[in-house]
């Protein structure tokens, strides 16, 4: 199997025209501040819609951290976003490997979707106060190793010190 492009850019998730922008939720599903903001705000209400769907049918206590799930991506590029949660970053605890998963299953339900390309946004780094060194080096290296077969897995990132992050990482 082919191993993805992977690129870095400086900018906003939502206006990606990739297959998939993962998105950084959290386990309500029904929109929140951050990235899942802007995703809820430029999407449309087809996303909320298809969330509330999932919270009636298959995911009714919501989803848990570390797991993933798509829906349309209403009116952005993409064609479908794929929510994940993200652990909160914790310095009592190691949580890293629920943030290997949240990449890890988000690249699981793209690959079921049909999905070529994959544009992630830098979870947990934001109000989950993951720092940015070590989200990136778990990020790269998680999708390094469960990226194969995507043409290209895109990280999209907003501020400067995220961008320059991923970038010493790659
Ligand atoms: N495009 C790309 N990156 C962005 C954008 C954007 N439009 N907006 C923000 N970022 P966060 P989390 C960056 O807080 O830490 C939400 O309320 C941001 O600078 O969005 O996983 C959810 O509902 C940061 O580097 O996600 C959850 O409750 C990164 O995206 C909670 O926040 C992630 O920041 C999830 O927290």
């Known amino acids: 199997m082919p191993k993805p492009k992977l690129t870095l850019v400086r900018g906003d998730l939502t206006e990606q025209d990739v297959d998939v922008v993962v998105n950084a939720a959290n386990s309500s599903l029904l929109g929140g501040g951050g990235v899942d903001g802007a995703i809820h705000r430029r999407g449309g209400p087809e ?3 298809a969330c509330r769907d999932l919270r009636a049918t298959s995911h009714v206590d ?3 951290t570390g797991q993933a ?5 209403g009116r952005l590029p993409a064609r479908w976003v794929v929510h994940t ?3 909160v970053h914790a ?8 943030l290997v998963s949240a ?8 690959r079921e979707l049909g999905a070529r390309t994959v544009a992630f946004p830098a979870i ?3 109000v989950y106060r993951w720092p940015l060194a070590d989200a990136a080096r778990i990020a790269l ?5 469960e990226g194969e077969g995507f043409e290209e897995i895109r990280f999209v990132l907003f501020g400067d010190d995220a961008y320059r992050a991923f970038e010493a990482e790659l």
């Open 69 to 73: 799930v798509a829906t349309t991506a």
């Open 103 to 110: 990449h890890r299953e988000s690249l699981r339900v793209a």
């Open 124 to 126: 947990s780094t934001g």
């Open 62 to 64: 919501g989803l848990p």
């Open 91 to 98: 310095k009592s605890e190691d949580r890293s490997g629920l």
């Open 141 to 145: 290296g998680t999708v390094r190793t």
């Open 85 to 87: 949660v993200g652990p």
């Open 47 to 49: 996303i909320v819609a």
